[in-house]
């Protein structure tokens, strides 16, 4: 994903069409990259965040998980600077789920709830997405908005530039226990 002049607080995104069921597994990992596009100076860590959204729809029913991007110092040839840990997705379905509950219980399903995990990576869920039917997956770039960065860094609201690579996203640990 390359995006350029991306404004304070807006994002970008693609999306697939899907038909999964995901009840089966424990998490959804994937390996994500982010680095200036233009000047390398001109995005630092935490300026760009990388999303995804797994539901129904993109609007009204959807989970979202979201990280903030260290960015790839330019001319590297070292693996672990070029894809860094805490770049990467894990995502632990259960916690999707655990939101979705602890939200019902206490809001309205219109309402976007939200939670910044310990690992700094915000996820949050709107309307009534089900893991057993995920009919679109969308990934994307934002640009945190100065005001309501949920990451808590310090934002200087300027537009961004920024590439974004992504890659293997794949479900893992596979539910083993036998049914009735």
Not at 57 to 81: A, G, I, K, L, R
Not at 136 to 145: C, E, H, L, S
Request: charged letters at 25%.
């Amino acid at each position: 994903l390359s995006v350029c002049n991306l404004k304070d607080g807006d994002a970008r995104a693609t999306y697939k069409n899907v038909k999964y069921d995901l009840r089966q597994y424990k998490r959804l990992r994937m390996f994500t990259h982010a680095e200036a596009a233009g000047i390398q100076s001109e995005l630092k860590d935490n300026d760009v965040s990388v999303f995804i959204r797994l539901g129904s729809d993109f609007d009204q029913n959807y989970y979202e998980y979201e990280v903030p991007m260290s960015v790839t110092p330019w001319y590297t040839n070292n693996d672990d600077e070029i894809w860094p840990e805490e770049n990467n997705f894990d995502i632990k379905l259960s916690d999707l789920q655990n939101l979705k509950i602890n939200r019902s219980s206490t809001t309205s399903v219109l309402s976007v709830v939200d939670t910044i995990l310990d690992n700094n990576v915000h996820i949050s869920v709107k309307g009534n997405p089900k893991l057993a039917n995920v009919t679109t997956i969308m990934i994307g770039v934002r640009n945190p908005d100065k005001d309501t960065n949920p990451f808590g860094t310090s934002d200087d609201g300027r537009a961004k530039c920024a590439t974004i690579w992504v890659n293997e996203l794949r479900l893992s640990e596979f539910d083993e226990k036998s049914g009735s």
